[in-house]
């Protein structure tokens, strides 16, 4: 199942006191009128209906049966009565009291000693216990099921769960004496044994004691997050799988390592469980001191892995007067972080459930005057969703969780400076230009192996070695605070306001040599955008061997790749892996020329990894006639080989026409435009009309006067010569064997992949 291009508005409708049809109808209808296409139905406080109850289905069936006559795309579940899920609304403890969530408790005596207690909290589902679970799951997505299966993953697209957590063993009490209190299933301490070597309790005992660092916690956090997994959201995944339906929602308390980890264990892992993952955002911050970056960071890592899009839960906690442009700028950020549904808490049917709920509101509802405006907020919202689905390619990749202390500040910090970043586990081998470590002695990097004792050395070193290539400045040229940048590898920029000042700014836009003048409101977002950059064959890799062996690293997979293998001047043979190549096809890969003087592979699939390519005989490789190339759609980055994103960049070999193509406003008084073109002949184009060649400099262009003031279609095609093809490390004199290769060498590819347009 997949989920088309809808509105990604998704009001979270809490179903209050017994709405009959006509109440219902008049909701979605509304709400259709404002172009809304999704509804979730949500139990909650104030609802008079039974919940699960015969008439509580029955009033679905009419939210199902309106919302598809009103043409509604999708309808979702809420899979619990309020929250946290897991309980079916009480019923779950009701029937087994086992099924409470257990703790382990410590309590001091009065000698000093500690006492180890287990307890349940009557009032919280137990996650950890199988049992439970599947009780949960009969009562609830079972029943729901009997009712609706026919709807699954066509009108019914997912389930929504909700904060499920082992951290709810707090009960309201007070034990003056009590120093800790952990979730517990039967065997955890007999798994922590075997995974330490140690007892539990005497860890616990010995921590409390010497007031060390409780280093037994990371472990029984791993345990309690594979117990979560295994009992809760694996099951449950399985089971909307199974139904053609999307497991979404979102955890507890993502915002810190500490909280993080305490109520989910291990929160990349169990977020990886989700296949809409999700993440709620409802304190609505506005302020890089405050924001939830962590949470952003899990929620994106989940959609990075699930490749479904995400959703966020947004809003809840009000005000009720909070302005339209925080609720889009809101969706901006989360739309930044790969989110694409976005679901408004709370959408009441009435406000009954104020009774309960008496601290906070934010209705999205006709209760407010602003509510027709609900359609200029989802045509935004369309905007933040396509922003998810780009490609991102972070600079500065860290492993979670490492050293809790340091990751907020990190993340709060590399914001600040305008640095790209995405959290990676353990075990994933990362591909951005830094992979981070947090550690007890500071922050090390692994390829490198540096360490730095803080963030502000880290920081300040980075700038040193990495200089920024797109950023914004004040109008006074200083690097500008309060802002959330991203580049995205199509070259678009998506840039959003977390300055308190009340103030419009007036700021610059630094890249590709430029500077573009932009205002930014309070609240306000600017997106600036990409260019696409088409190439007209397939891109070059010269292999270059050293001993009869070159390496070639591959970040992600790579499909119909090819080998061009010479047959002049020495026959070329090579293995791949291990495996002889079989090149028995006419080239076509390579210009005239070279292409008579070899022989090709058919197309092949290049998985990720690192590949060995061997010669199977010494032959010599000629500076301009190298012995093998690779060929495909394929950009070099350096640290290795990745799909080309139609950006420009990783083209250091590539030969032949770049065809840069976007929108430019071009200003009422220009007269001039001018582009960076890197001395390639070149041919520019307004609205496909060509306003000329240009082989030397200036690559300036007279505008016609019939295009200033007017948004255009800019298209710009570079020619390059045949040099990027031959790379530069055959001539580099350690390899070449003199400095002669040195001088003539090629420049090593396109130092601007995208040409700015500067007009005057």
């Given at each position: 199942m997949s989920l088309k291009r809808e509105c990604p508005l998704i009001p979270m409708g809490a179903v209050t006191g017994k709405p009959d049809r006509n109440m219902i109808a008049e909701t979605l209808t509304a709400l259709r009128e404002v172009g809304v296409t999704q509804y979730l139905v949500y139990p909650r406080s104030g609802c008079e209906l039974e919940y699960l109850s015969p008439e509580w289905f029955d009033t679905c069936r009419i939210f199902f049966e309106e919302g598809e006559r009103l043409g509604f795309t999708s309808m979702w579940l809420y899979d619990e009565f309020n929250w946290p899920s897991g309980q079916c609304g009480g019923k779950i403890m009701r029937e087994n009291p086992d099924y409470a969530l257990h703790y382990l408790q410590v309590l001091e005596e009065s000698d000093g000693s500690f006492t180890f207690r287990k307890g349940c909290n009557p009032a919280r589902p137990d996650v950890l216990n199988v049992d439970a679970m599947r009780a949960f799951l009969r009562s609830t997505h079972e029943r729901y099921a009997e009712h609706f299966s026919p709807l699954f993953g066509r009108l019914i697209k997912g389930f929504f769960t909700d904060e499920p957590s082992f951290l709810y063993v707090w009960h309201w009490e007070s034990i003056p004496e009590e120093r800790l209190r952990i979730a517990c299933y039967p065997g955890l301490e007999e798994e922590y044994t075997a995974l330490t070597g140690n007892q539990l309790q005497n860890d616990i005992a010995c921590c409390l004691k010497t007031g060390c660092d409780p280093f037994w916690r990371p472990f029984v956090y791993q345990l309690l997050g594979n117990r979560f997994r295994d009992a809760f959201l694996r099951p449950v995944r399985d089971w909307c799988t199974a139904h053609n339906l999307f497991l979404t929602g979102h955890l507890m308390d993502e915002s810190s390592t500490g909280n993080s980890l305490a109520a989910s264990g291990r929160p990349l892992e169990i977020i990886d469980q989700f296949t809409l993952p999700g993440m709620d955002e409802i304190f609505t911050r506005q302020f890089n001191d405050n924001m939830e970056w962590l949470t952003f960071a899990t929620v994106e890592h989940g959609i990075r892995r699930t490749g479904n899009g995400g959703l966020a839960e947004l809003f809840a906690l009000g005000?009720?007067?909070?302005?339209?442009?925080?609720?889009?700028?809101?969706?901006?950020?989360?739309?930044?972080?790969?989110?694409?549904?976005?679901?408004?808490?709370?959408?009441?049917?009435?406000?009954?459930?104020?009774?309960?709920?008496?601290?906070?509101?934010?209705?999205?509802?006709?209760?407010?005057?602003?509510?027709?405006?609900?359609?200029?907020?989802?045509?935004?919202?369309?905007?933040?969703?396509?922003?998810?689905?780009?490609?991102?390619?972070?600079?500065?990749?860290?492993?979670?969780?490492?050293?809790?202390?340091?990751?907020?500040?990190?993340?709060?910090?590399?914001?600040?400076?305008?640095?790209?970043?995405?959290?990676?586990?353990?075990?994933?081998?990362?591909?951005?230009?830094?992979?981070?470590?947090?550690?007890?002695?500071?922050?090390?990097?692994?390829?490198?192996?540096?360490?730095?004792?803080?963030?502000?050395?880290?920081?300040?070193?980075?700038?040193?070695?990495?200089?920024?290539?797109?950023?914004?400045?004040?109008?006074?040229?200083?690097?500008?605070?309060?802002?959330?940048?991203?580049?995205?590898?199509?070259?678009?920029?998506?840039?959003?306001?977390?300055?308190?000042?009340?103030?419009?700014?007036?700021?610059?836009?630094?890249?590709?040599?430029?500077?573009?003048?932009?205002?930014?409101?309070?609240?306000?977002?600017?997106?600036?955008?990409?260019?696409?950059?088409?190439?007209?064959?397939?891109?070059?890799?010269?292999?270059?061997?050293?001993?009869?062996?070159?390496?070639?690293?591959?970040?992600?997979?790579?499909?119909?790749?090819?080998?061009?293998?010479?047959?002049?001047?020495?026959?070329?043979?090579?293995?791949?892996?291990?495996?002889?190549?079989?090149?028995?096809?006419?080239?076509?890969?390579?210009?005239?020329?070279?292409?008579?003087?070899?022989?090709?592979?058919?197309?092949?699939?290049?998985?990720?990894?690192?590949?060995?390519?061997?010669?199977?005989?010494?032959?010599?490789?000629?500076?301009?006639?190298?012995?093998?190339?690779?060929?495909?759609?394929?950009?070099?980055?350096?640290?290795?080989?990745?799909?080309?994103?139609?950006?420009?960049?990783?083209?250091?070999?590539?030969?032949?026409?770049?065809?840069?193509?976007?929108?430019?406003?071009?200003?009422?008084?220009?007269?001039?435009?001018?582009?960076?073109?890197?001395?390639?002949?070149?041919?520019?184009?307004?609205?496909?009309?060509?306003?000329?060649?240009?082989?030397?400099?200036?690559?300036?262009?007279?505008?016609?006067?019939?295009?200033?003031?007017?948004?255009?279609?800019?298209?710009?095609?570079?020619?390059?010569?045949?040099?990027?093809?031959?790379?530069?490390?055959?001539?580099?004199?350690?390899?070449?064997?003199?400095?002669?290769?040195?001088?003539?060498?090629?420049?090593?590819?396109?130092?601007?992949?995208?040409?700015?347009?500067?007009?005057?």
């Open positions: 005000p009720c007067d909070m302005s339209l442009a925080r609720m889009k700028k809101t969706m901006r950020l989360a739309g930044m972080f790969g989110v694409d549904h976005y679901v408004l808490a709370v959408a009441q049917l009435d406000m009954r459930g104020n009774v309960e709920k008496c601290n906070y509101f934010n209705p999205y509802s006709r209760t407010q005057p602003w509510f027709r405006a609900l359609k200029l907020l989802g045509e935004d919202a369309a905007l933040s969703a396509d922003i998810a689905g780009k490609p991102f390619h972070p600079e500065i990749q860290i492993r979670y969780p490492g050293v809790p202390r340091l990751l907020n500040d990190l993340l709060m910090q590399l914001v600040e400076r305008q640095r790209s970043w995405s959290v990676i586990n353990a075990e994933e081998s990362g591909s951005a230009a830094f992979i981070l470590r947090l550690e007890q002695e500071g922050i090390t990097e692994e390829r490198s192996g540096r360490t730095w004792r803080s963030v502000e050395v880290f920081l300040n070193d980075l700038e040193k070695r990495s200089p920024l290539r797109v950023y914004v400045t004040e109008s006074d040229g200083s690097r500008a605070r309060d802002i959330f940048l991203r580049n995205y590898a199509d070259g678009s920029i998506e840039v959003v306001n977390l300055s308190r000042s009340p103030q419009e700014r007036a700021l610059l836009l630094h890249r590709n040599g430029q500077a573009i003048p932009f205002p930014l409101a309070f609240d306000g977002t600017a997106s600036f955008g990409g260019w696409k950059i088409e190439l007209d064959r397939p891109n070059l890799k010269r292999l270059d061997f050293e001993n009869g062996l070159c390496r070639v690293v591959v970040r992600e997979n790579l499909p119909a790749v090819t080998l061009a293998l010479r047959d002049y001047g020495g026959r070329v043979e090579l293995r791949l892996d291990g495996k002889p190549i079989e090149a028995k096809s006419v080239c076509t890969s390579l210009p005239q020329g070279f292409r008579e003087l070899y022989r090709e592979t058919l197309p092949f699939d290049l998985p990720a990894g690192e590949h060995r390519f061997e010669m199977a005989a010494t032959t010599r490789d000629y500076l301009y006639l190298p012995c093998a190339f690779l060929t495909g759609e394929f950009a070099d980055q350096g640290g290795g080989l990745a799909r080309y994103a139609g950006d420009g960049a990783g083209l250091g070999n590539y030969i032949g026409k770049l065809s840069q193509q976007g929108e430019v406003d071009i200003p009422a008084d220009a007269t001039l435009l001018r582009l960076e073109t890197d001395n390639l002949f070149s041919e520019l184009f307004l609205d496909d009309e060509s306003l000329g060649e240009r082989a030397w400099a200036p690559f300036a262009w007279r505008i016609p006067e019939r295009f200033a003031g007017r948004r255009v279609q800019l298209r710009l095609e570079r020619y390059t010569s045949c040099g990027p093809m031959f790379g530069t490390r055959a001539f580099e004199p350690e390899v070449a064997g003199s400095d002669w290769g040195q001088t003539y060498a090629p420049q090593g590819g396109i130092p601007h992949p995208v040409a700015e347009p500067v007009f005057e």
